[in-house]
C-alpha cells in the first residue's frame, strides 16, 4: 500500500472526527442545523486548510478532493440526529478527540516529509494539523481554545505523535511510524483527560523575589499626636 494512499484515509478520518467533534459541541450549545454544518466543516478542515496554505504546495486539498466536503458534512450531520446522554457525549468526545489528534498530527507530519522539509517543521505542521480546527471552532464561539492549554494533554500529545511520525519516516518505516503514533496518542490523551494531567501554569513556577524572602517588619513608627485646642505650650 502506498504511503500517499494511507496519508489521504488518515486524513478523511480526522476529518470526519473532527467534524462529528464541531457537531457535538453544537449540540451542547443548542444551535441549530446550520451552526452544526457549520461548526462541522470549520473543525473537520480547519486544520489541514491551515497546514495546505502554509505548505503552498498548490490549492488545499480539501478544496481539490471532492471527498473531503462531504465527509465533513458527514461528520455533522451524524452529530445532529444522534440522541444520547450528556454524559455518553463526554466519553465519546474524548474519544474521537483523542483519535482525530493523533490521527492529524501523523497526517500533517507526513505532508510536510513529503515536500523536503525537515524535522522540526514537520513536527510544527503535524501539531498545527490536529489543532488548527480546534481552535478556530472555539475562536468562533468566543472561548479559550484548548491549545492554549487549561484542560489535559492537548498540543503536547499531537508534538509527541509528529515526532514519532518523523522517526518512523527517518529510519525507513513510516507505515510503523504512523501506527505507533496513533495508538500512542490516542493513549496518552485519553490517560490524561482520565486522570487529570497538564502542564503547569505560570504561578506554579514563579519564582519568589528576593523582596518578598526578607522578614517584614513587626514594629509600627509612632505617629506625631496632633495638639489639641487648650493644650499648654
Known amino acids: 500500500m502506498r504511503i500517499e494512499t494511507v496519508t489521504t484515509g488518515l486524513d478523511l478520518a480526522g476529518v470526519f472526527a ?3 467533534l464541531g457537531g457535538a459541541v453544537a449540540r451542547r450549545y443548542g444551535l441549530d442545523l446550520f451552526g452544526f454544518v457549520v461548526l462541522g466543516l470549520v473543525s473537520g478542515l480547519g486544520g489541514g486548510l491551515i497546514r495546505d496554505v502554509l505548505l503552498q504546495n498548490g490549492p488545499p486539498v480539501a478544496l481539490t478532493n471532492s471527498a473531503y466536503i462531504p465527509t465533513a458534512l458527514c461528520g455533522a450531520a451524524l452529530a445532529f440526529v444522534l440522541h444520547i446522554s450528556e454524559r455518553d457525549w463526554d466519553r465519546v468526545f474524548t474519544v474521537l478527540d483523542a483519535a482525530a489528534l ?3 498530527a501523523t497526517v500533517g507530519a507526513q505532508k510536510a516529509l513529503a515536500v523536503g522539509l525537515g524535522w522540526v517543521p514537520a513536527i510544527l505542521l503535524g501539531t498545527i494539523t490536529a489543532v488548527g480546527g480546534g481552535a478556530c471552532r472555539d475562536l468562533l464561539l ?3 481554545p484548548a491549545v492554549l492549554g487549561g484542560n489535559a494533554l492537548y498540543a503536547t500529545v499531537a508534538v509527541l505523535v509528529a515526532a514519532i511520525q518523523v522517526l518512523g519516516t527517518e529510519f525507513g518505516s513510516p507505515l ?9 496518542g490516542a493513549v496518552l490523551r485519553v490517560l490524561a483527560a482520565w486522570r487529570g494531567w497538564n502542564l503547569p501554569n505560570a504561578p506554579d513556577w514563579q519564582p519568589r523575589t528576593f523582596l518578598g524572602r526578607l522578614p517584614r517588619p513587626t514594629y509600627r513608627p509612632r505617629l506625631r499626636r496632633r495638639p489639641r485646642p487648650g493644650d499648654g505650650r
Do not use: C, K, P, Y
Not at 510503523?176 to 500512542?184: D, E, K, R, S
Open 142 to 144: 468566543q472561548r479559550i
Open 176 to 184: 510503523t511510524g504512523t501506527v505507533l503514533g496513533i495508538l500512542a
Open 102 to 104: 493523533s490521527l492529524w
Open 18 to 20: 473532527n467534524a462529528l
